[in-house]
């Protein structure tokens, strides 16, 4: 399929960052798939990193894997969990990871002495990325521009989208800006004029929106729509209210069409408008907002429990386990440094507990402690990455008798390195993109709890590590009851571990998050889940 087969969506951001682009471009595309579309989904970020991989969760929240190993941002998380879509390296491109691409051109001799400049050599790059998506099957392709119109660093990407409206045509490209109307409590009355503001910033560089979606507290009246429509120049009834929702984000897409979204851009695209099916999505929906079964409390004992989006996978992933087993879930983040002290307070009272992944040494001690008194209190536990290399380290440590054990990450010269670098890790200097990243299969042993969770003997699942499980210590942990139960194909990498004598107690090298969606959890949350019901029921 060539891109003027494909039409193009792209979905800008104005007034202040955080609006939630990526959770409404993600909704745009379930509903175009669920009357028949083909969608991909891509997001575009103006900073200068390559990718999100060594950035801190303070700067980014969490960095998201996709199958093919590519570290990306958080918003193609939402696009896998709303579209169902398989994102790739395709689907984030940054400014650093475009000019690189234009340096390493110019270095080369391609542009034949040329002066290289933004326009057009690196808008013709970001035009490349776009229609990258544009591959064979693909009826609408869907851009993210990252940022807020009038941001320095995101001209180039609005100069090229502008661009790509000329080219392609405008029955081939729609323009939906996401803007602000906020409330002011002093005068108690929406203001308009952040938005006209916004949308005027587009109209100079040639951009203008076909819709306009307003973030809103309180529901737009009607002079706010006809203000926002004369101002921003959009029609009337491509002025969509998106009302911050009660609930669950899952309801955003359920609100949008009932604004009719999804039929003004088929009508503007002129595609056939075919039935919409939500059913599912709303049979889903309902669990999750009025569920029938019992209150869990799920502990995530980490070190950025005050950034959710640090765990924004995690989180999502544990209410797809309660909603597919029709539980109430209250999420209790525990930061692990509080823990460090020996007091368990904070854990008593939970139904389930998690160690999710991290790097770096801060925190660990307190881990150690959660991950202990899960095993000594029989509470359903799933470490995850780092989650499980802790739980190697507390059985080393408690059970083996290795009081000295302890990860190479941490403690280098350690006597016992029950967790070691990975040997294809060694001589590896830069930072980028340079873990074990991606999918990567793993066997199930017969009659383990991982292999009845599954149902199947080898399972494919995401990574993202340096450092893994020591197999010289694999016999002496074994014998104090920590077993190894998923191994690469090869037999090397110990990828599962289980305690056969806990009810529900597993850690995992990958990372299940990735791949969960509310539609479809993951087997390993949906059982860690139903596990902390039948504690939470005694």
Same mark, same amino acid.
């Given at each position: 399929?060539?891109?003027?087969?494909?039409?193009?969506?792209?979905?800008?951001?104005?007034?202040?960052?955080?609006?939630?682009?990526?959770?409404?471009?993600?909704?745009?595309?379930?509903?175009?798939?669920?009357?028949?579309?083909?969608?991909?989904?891509?997001?575009?970020?103006?900073?200068?990193?390559?990718?999100?991989?060594?950035?801190?969760?303070?700067?980014?929240?969490?960095?998201?894997?996709?199958?093919?190993?590519?570290?990306?941002?958080?918003?193609?998380?939402?696009?896998?969990?709303?579209?169902?879509?398989?994102?790739?390296?395709?689907?984030?491109?940054?400014?650093?990871?475009?000019?690189?691409?234009?340096?390493?051109?110019?270095?080369?001799?391609?542009?034949?002495?040329?002066?290289?400049?933004?326009?057009?050599?690196?808008?013709?790059?970001?035009?490349?990325?776009?229609?990258?998506?544009?591959?064979?099957?693909?009826?609408?392709?869907?851009?993210?521009?990252?940022?807020?119109?009038?941001?320095?660093?995101?001209?180039?990407?609005?100069?090229?989208?502008?661009?790509?409206?000329?080219?392609?045509?405008?029955?081939?490209?729609?323009?939906?800006?996401?803007?602000?109307?906020?409330?002011?409590?002093?005068?108690?009355?929406?203001?308009?004029?952040?938005?006209?503001?916004?949308?005027?910033?587009?109209?100079?560089?040639?951009?203008?929106?076909?819709?306009?979606?307003?973030?809103?507290?309180?529901?737009?009246?009607?002079?706010?729509?006809?203000?926002?429509?004369?101002?921003?120049?959009?029609?009337?009834?491509?002025?969509?209210?998106?009302?911050?929702?009660?609930?669950?984000?899952?309801?955003?897409?359920?609100?949008?069409?009932?604004?009719?979204?999804?039929?003004?851009?088929?009508?503007?695209?002129?595609?056939?408008?075919?039935?919409?099916?939500?059913?599912?999505?709303?049979?889903?929906?309902?669990?999750?907002?009025?569920?029938?079964?019992?209150?869990?409390?799920?502990?995530?004992?980490?070190?950025?429990?005050?950034?959710?989006?640090?765990?924004?996978?995690?989180?999502?992933?544990?209410?797809?386990?309660?909603?597919?087993?029709?539980?109430?879930?209250?999420?209790?983040?525990?930061?692990?440094?509080?823990?460090?002290? *020996?007091? +368990?307070?904070?854990?008593?009272?939970? =139904? !389930?507990? /998690? @160690?999710?992944?991290?790097?770096?040494?801060?925190?660990?001690?307190?881990?150690?402690?959660?991950?202990?008194?899960?095993?000594?209190?029989?509470?359903?536990?799933?470490?995850?990455?780092?989650?499980?290399?802790?739980?190697?380290?507390?059985?080393?440590?408690?059970?083996?008798?290795?009081?000295?054990?302890?990860?190479?990450?941490?403690?280098?010269?350690?006597?016992?390195?029950?967790?070691?670098?990975?040997?294809?890790?060694?001589?590896?200097?830069?930072?980028?993109?340079?873990?074990?990243?991606?999918?990567?299969?793993?066997?199930?042993?017969?009659?383990?709890?991982?292999?009845?969770?599954?149902?199947?003997?080898?399972?494919?699942?995401?990574?993202?590590?340096?450092?893994?499980?020591?197999?010289?210590?694999?016999?002496?942990?074994?014998?104090? *009851?920590? +077993?190894?139960?998923?191994?690469?194909? =090869? !037999?090397? /990498? @110990?990828?599962?571990?289980?305690?056969?004598?806990?009810?529900?107690?597993?850690?995992?090298?990958?990372?299940?998050?990735?791949?969960?969606?509310?539609?479809?959890?993951?087997?390993?949350?949906?059982?860690?889940?139903?596990?902390?019901?039948?504690?939470?029921?005694?």
């Amino acid at each position: 399929m060539s891109e003027n087969s494909c039409k193009f969506i792209f979905v800008t951001g104005g007034v202040v960052s955080s609006l939630g682009k990526g959770i409404t471009a993600a909704s745009i595309a379930l509903l175009l798939r669920q009357r028949g579309y083909t969608t991909s989904l891509q997001k575009l970020d103006p900073y200068l990193n390559v990718d999100p991989g060594t950035m801190s969760p303070y700067q980014h929240g969490e960095v998201f894997v996709t199958d093919d190993g590519t570290e990306t941002d958080l918003d193609l998380g939402h696009y896998e969990r709303f579209a169902g879509v398989s994102c790739n390296r395709n689907s984030n491109y940054t400014a650093g990871k475009i000019y690189s691409s234009v340096l390493e051109r110019e270095r080369g001799g391609g542009y034949l002495g040329k002066t290289v400049q933004v326009i057009p050599h690196v808008t013709d790059e970001i035009k490349k990325a776009i229609l990258s998506q544009a591959t064979e099957g693909i009826d609408i392709a869907i851009t993210e521009i990252g940022g807020t119109a009038g941001d320095i660093e995101g001209l180039p990407f609005l100069e090229a989208i502008r661009e790509l409206g000329l080219e392609l045509g405008k029955e081939n490209v729609l323009y939906i800006h996401l803007t602000l109307v906020p409330y002011l409590a002093a005068s108690r009355e929406l203001k308009t004029k952040p938005s006209q503001q916004s949308a005027s910033i587009l109209r100079s560089i040639g951009i203008i929106p076909d819709i306009l979606v307003c973030r809103t507290e309180k529901p737009l009246m009607e002079e706010h729509y006809r203000k926002l429509s004369m101002f921003c120049n959009v029609p009337r009834n491509a002025v969509v209210e998106e009302r911050n929702v009660d609930n669950s984000i899952y309801e955003v897409p359920v609100e949008l069409a009932a604004q009719k979204l999804d039929e003004l851009i088929l009508d503007r695209l002129g595609l056939p408008l075919s039935r919409l099916d939500l059913t599912q999505w709303k049979e889903m929906l309902a669990r999750a907002i009025h569920p029938s079964g019992p209150r869990v409390r799920i502990g995530v004992t980490g070190k950025y429990m005050q950034l959710r989006d640090a765990y924004k996978s995690i989180f999502e992933a544990i209410t797809h386990g309660a909603i597919a087993n029709d539980l109430a879930l209250e999420i209790v983040g525990i930061e692990s440094e509080e823990l460090e002290g *020996g007091d +368990v307070s904070l854990l008593r009272g939970l =139904d !389930g507990i /998690l @160690v999710p992944g991290g790097f770096g040494y801060r925190g660990i001690e307190g881990k150690l402690v959660a991950v202990k008194y899960a095993r000594e209190n029989k509470i359903p536990f799933l470490g995850i990455c780092l989650g499980m290399q802790c739980a190697v380290i507390e059985t080393a440590r408690n059970i083996a008798g290795i009081e000295d054990a302890n990860s190479a990450e941490f403690v280098p010269d350690t006597p016992h390195p029950v967790i070691h670098l990975m040997e294809e890790q060694k001589g590896i200097s830069k930072k980028g993109g340079t873990m074990r990243l991606g999918l990567y299969p793993c066997d199930l042993k017969e009659g383990s709890l991982a292999r009845n969770i599954y149902g199947v003997g080898r399972i494919s699942e995401r990574h993202r590590h340096r450092y893994e499980f020591n197999n010289e210590y694999r016999d002496v942990l074994e014998n104090s *009851g920590l +077993v190894p139960t998923g191994i690469s194909p =090869d !037999g090397f /990498l @110990v990828e599962i571990v289980e305690r056969p004598d806990h009810p529900w107690f597993l850690a995992c090298q990958f990372h299940p998050e990735f791949t969960s969606t509310p539609l479809k959890p993951n087997p390993l949350f949906r059982a860690f889940l139903e596990a902390a019901g039948r504690k939470a029921l005694g």
